[in-house]
């Protein structure tokens, strides 16, 4: 017997002897089985068991919701091109409008989580240009809403959850970390005048500082050109003061994007921990 025929042997007799097993369950018990392991998040082993149904299952009853399922399953556990994939699939075999839509927003909810927001805006636009999903509207904008969540746009998602009667608390966090955040643009503009743009951000100390050097350093460079010497005053002037003025500009807009960053990781700490409503 060749190696070529003994692997196909092989292939036949697992193939067989899972064929043997598998009967020893219906398919709707196989499916509960799997869906009580997602329900327990034993995610990697309900991924098996619901492959191992679309596998036998040659009549496709299951194949929305076992996709789905699988979907979910990879998104749970961080794989996110994996659940988009199933996600994807469970969408193409959707039989009815409801199947679709819950299929169509969970794949929105995965481009949310992968900051992939372009696309999770297109398929919501997409979905409310629909006119069989006009009664979805407000789900529809409630996932706007933490797409813009997710791409920093914490205005518009005020915006959008202030429309949405259920969601009064989002519309209030969002609004207040609008009003707390920087203009990175500002604080550079403003830092113009030296330490004008730390005082801005709230970083006195540096806003300090930054004023002392550059009064000690344009001192000294006016006081070389009053006195002649030309090559000291452009000197202090080029490598000193500039490199201190400049300085202050950039650490402004530093300052700035940092305060951000906590005020925004703050908040999404927040709506991962103790928010109470459905997130992506």
């Not at 995965?110 to 992939?116: A, D, E, K, P, S």
Request: hydrophobic share 40%; net charge negative; aromatic share 16%.
């Amino acid at each position: 017997m060749t190696s070529a025929i003994k692997i196909i042997f092989s292939i036949t007799l697992i193939l067989l002897s899972f064929i043997n097993v598998f009967p020893q369950t219906t398919f709707e018990e196989q499916y509960i089985y799997a869906a009580n392991l997602y329900s327990e998040e034993d995610y990697f082993d309900a991924i098996t068991e619901f492959k191992r149904l679309l596998f036998f299952d040659e009549s496709d009853n299951y194949v929305h919701s076992v996709n789905l399922y699988i979907g979910l399953s990879y998104k749970m556990g961080g794989r996110f091109s994996d659940a988009l994939q199933y996600l994807a699939l469970a969408k193409l075999n959707s039989s009815s409008e409801e199947e679709f839509f819950d299929s169509s927003i969970e794949i929105v909810k995965v481009n949310i989580l992968r900051r992939t927001t372009r696309r999770a805006f297109a398929l919501l636009d997409t979905i409310a240009n629909d006119t069989s999903f006009v009664h979805k509207l407000e789900e529809i904008n409630y996932w706007k809403g933490w797409a813009y969540i997710f791409s920093d746009e914490w205005g518009k998602a005020a915006s959008t959850f202030s429309e949405i009667q259920s969601t009064p608390q989002l519309a209030v966090l969002c609004d207040s970390v609008y009003n707390e955040l920087y203009n990175p643009q500002l604080a550079k503009y403003l830092s113009i005048v030296p330490g004008a743009g730390q005082f801005y951000t709230g970083e006195y100390v540096s806003g300090l500082i930054s004023i002392g050097w550059n009064v000690l350093w344009g001192y000294l460079t006016i006081e070389a050109f009053i006195g002649d010497r030309i090559f000291d005053g452009v000197l202090i002037g080029a490598l000193l003061w500039w490199r201190f003025y400049s300085g202050n500009i950039q650490n402004a807009e530093k300052f700035a994007l940092e305060k951000n960053l906590e005020i925004t990781n703050s908040a999404l700490y927040y709506l991962q921990n103790d928010y109470e409503g459905e997130k992506p």
